[in-house]
């Protein structure tokens, strides 16, 4: 069992919908949760960064962190083409960050 | 501007042959890492750095090597003994090691012929 899972998608919506991302995680010592976007052929870019349990808004972007379910989201709220990309969680415990497979999103206007 | 800076941007290996990838960072960063990022399995780690002269091996660090000789650069070196080593690879760094403030370059694509 992988110590982060994440759906690989791919997943399709249309324009102005609300999207919901998410990860389940199996290592309790984890304490940093990461969302990250990657555009196709480039590195990844942090998008959201929370520590411990709860909810943090950013815009259009609101990541959510259960710790007691060991379990993260992402939500993005109406959704634009441009937010196109692949989405990685990741977690982090003894220096080392641990990534998901990545959500494959696609927009459509 | 400070940032990370990976060359070559693709990259050809014939059977047999050892390759070496580059990763140069401005940031002033103390911990820098090689990820390896292959279709539907996410981000895994190769090799990380947190202090000059010293590494240790990530989740897949067999067929790699490394060096930190300077706290700038992380070079990583794909050797013959790696069977497959045809994927993207990404160099990131970071100030600490709480995961927080990663900086990732733009990747190699390394592909055998």
């Known amino acids: 069992q992988k110590e982060v899972e994440q759906d690989p998608g791919p997943l399709s919506v249309p324009e102005g919908a609300i999207v919901s991302l998410n990860c389940t995680y199996s290592n309790s010592a984890f304490q940093y949760f990461m969302w990250y976007r990657q555009y196709s052929r480039k590195g990844p870019e942090l998008l959201m960064y929370?520590?411990?349990?709860g909810n943090k808004e950013d815009g259009r972007f609101t990541a959510q962190v259960d710790k007691s379910s060991k379990y993260i989201s992402l939500f993005i709220r109406d959704s634009q083409p441009s937010d196109s990309a692949t989405y990685l969680c990741a977690m982090s415990a003894s220096g080392k960050l641990i990534f998901g497979q990545g959500t494959e999103l696609s927009v459509k206007p | 501007d400070g940032g990370i800076t990976q060359s070559p941007k693709y990259l050809f290996r014939k059977e047999g042959q050892n390759v070496t990838l580059s990763c140069e960072q401005n940031l002033n960063h103390d911990a820098m890492y090689w990820y390896r990022q292959d279709p539907g399995q996410g981000l895994r780690l190769i090799y990380y750095?947190?202090?000059?002269?010293?590494?240790q091996k990530g989740d897949i660090a067999e067929g790699y090597s490394v060096s930190r000789e300077k706290k700038e650069s992380f070079p990583l070196t794909v050797t013959s003994a790696q069977k497959n080593p045809t994927a993207f690879y990404l160099c990131a760094s970071s100030i600490g090691t709480t995961g927080y403030g990663y900086t990732f370059g733009s990747g190699t694509r390394l592909t055998v012929v």
């Open positions: 750095s947190q202090i000059v002269n010293d590494f």
């Open positions: 929370t520590y411990s349990s």
